[in-house]
């Protein structure tokens, strides 16, 4: 069984009750949960919630919910604490509540690696730079990988470095950076490994839960895609996401 877990947060320092944020007349937990729908290969989506505020906006728009306890460090915590509960699954895809248009081809992408591997324990996605304000930017987080596309590393830092050469990210002949897209797929028994092991160096610095993994020498497998979604963090990113809802006509 493939479970899609969206961990719904209710506090949000830069954005207080952002998964009730209103998207054109849909919360932003509900057009995350609509999206994640299109997925062929999730047989089942849960929310993980942390209030009975959002389990209630959940029950309204007929979605399953699994309450957790607010003090949880991350969001991959949460979905630890949730599969201990539910013992079905044999991976469990954690997408983001933040990103309310994200493709179902883009889950999908994300999980065809473990379906075709049985060695392959977690996976992720990248896409390349098309700017280098967002390649400098902090939010945006950057990531290298080795020649079998598992991850080397995480960063809120710009890398690679490009010592002698200049970055154009209009040419076509150049090795472009690649932004990191936080949608991850474990199989159970990591995410439960990784629920057990305390908080790293590399992931307490970054403030990056992925870092955990690969400090314990978890394999993160890479996937390229060429598609990306839109990650709702501050109030500007919200204007943003409904002025994409708008001009795209997204009911």
């Keep these: 069984m493939i479970l899609g877990i969206i961990p719904a947060r209710l506090a949000s320092t830069r954005l207080p009750s952002k998964p009730l944020a209103d998207i054109c007349g849909k919360y932003l937990i ?12 999730l047989d089942d989506i849960i929310i993980a919630v942390d209030d009975e505020r959002v389990e209630n906006v959940c029950k309204s728009f007929n979605a399953k919910t699994i309450m957790t306890p607010k003090n949880i460090a ?15 699954p044999d991976i469990i895809v954690n997408i983001q509540g933040d990103e309310p248009f994200i493709p179902g081809i883009m889950i999908d992408q994300a999980i065809e690696p473990l379906l075709f591997d049985k060695s392959i324990k977690a996976s992720t996605l990248a896409k390349k730079f098309s700017s280098s304000e967002d390649f400098n930017n902090p939010n945006f987080v950057k990531l290298v990988f080795d020649n079998n596309n598992d ?17 154009e990210f209009d040419n076509p002949n150049l090795f472009l950076p690649y932004k990191h897209i936080g949608l991850y797929v474990y199989r159970r ?29 978890i394999k993160i497998r890479v996937v390229e895609t060429e598609y990306d979604s839109i990650s709702v963090d501050t109030p500007e990113d919200l204007e943003r996401a409904r002025e994409f809802c708008r001009i795209n006509n997204i009911e």
């Design 151 to 167: 991850a080397l590393y995480f960063s809120r830092s710009p890398i690679p470095y490009y010592r002698d050469i200049k970055l």
């Design 189 to 217: 028994e990591v995410l439960l490994k990784f629920a057990s092991l305390p908080q790293g160096t590399l992931e307490k610095l970054e403030k990056l839960e992925q870092l955990r993994f690969l400090e314990n020498q």
């Design 30 to 41: 509900q057009r995350t949960y609509e999206s994640a729908k299109k997925s062929k290969f």
């Design 74 to 88: 991350s969001g991959t915590d949460r979905l630890a604490y949730a599969a201990k509960i539910l013992t079905k």
